[in-house]
């Protein structure tokens, strides 16, 4: 029982610590809902995905940056620095442990054309089609957003169960100083018909999921804007 006590307070500091260390990291990175006037659900990308269209999960983490600290080659061309963005985003230490897992699980000559190393993650240019450790798809790009589908294999071309959108944008703001990184995620389920008896239909992630997803979001939103710095 002792040696049991001990083990528990343990791990008690150390979940306390890790928690504690997470909000520190994280501070600057903000969540906030993504209301229904946003002009990413008025695309024809959202309506060709949910056609129904079906309830969504939406949110959008937003971390502003100092433009004097932001790497200066990543602000000598129009559109470079939401390229080297989205590239930390996949390259990082936050997204290894999927990384890893997807590859292991879906890395084969079937998905060799699509980005799975370290070293191409953080080169690519992510024009339109390009593909993510069979995970993400790029469907639309311009200087500031790069907007991928998410939830299941780009191979999957049918509606899913699981699909979404996923934004990121870097908007340089030189009045303010700032550059603003943001990564909007907009999850639904895209197979499910609406009901005959017009109920309504049941949110895409449970409260615990969306949780984690934010807490999850704000790891990969620090790491990548911190690749971005000098």
């Not at 029982?1 to 001990?6: D, F, G, S």
């Not at 150390?14 to 504690?20: E, I, M, V």
């Not at 509606?159 to 100083?177: H, I, M, N």
Request: include cysteine; hydrophobic fraction near 35%.
């Amino acid at each position: 029982m002792p040696l049991l006590r001990k083990t528990l307070a343990v791990t008690g500091w150390t979940s306390l610590g890790a928690a504690l260390a997470f909000t520190i990291s994280t501070r600057k990175s903000t969540i906030h809902p993504v209301p229904e006037t946003d002009y990413l659900l008025s695309t024809t990308l959202f309506a060709r995905y949910n056609p129904n269209p079906n309830p969504s999960m939406r949110d959008i983490c937003l971390r502003r940056v100092p433009l004097d600290r932001i790497k200066p080659e990543l602000l000598a061309q129009e559109g470079r620095l939401v390229e080297a963005f989205c590239g930390a985003v996949w390259s990082g230490w936050a997204f290894e442990v999927q990384r890893r897992y997807l590859a292991r699980k879906y890395r084969g000559p079937e998905t060799e054309g699509q980005l799975w190393d370290v070293r191409d993650l953080e080169r690519s240019a992510y024009a339109v089609g390009t593909k993510i450790t069979d995970h993400f798809e790029v469907l639309s790009k311009n200087d500031s957003s790069i907007i991928l589908r998410c939830g299941d294999s780009p191979r999957v071309n049918a509606y899913r169960e699981s699909d979404g959108l996923f934004e990121l944008t870097a908007d340089v703001k030189k009045e303010e100083g700032v550059v603003e990184f943001g990564m909007k995620s907009v999850f639904y389920n895209s197979v499910a018909q609406p009901d005959a008896q017009s109920k309504p239909l049941q949110e895409p992630v449970g409260p615990y999921m969306q949780w984690a997803h934010q807490k999850y979001t704000k790891l990969l939103m620090e790491d990548a804007a911190r690749k971005c710095m000098q």
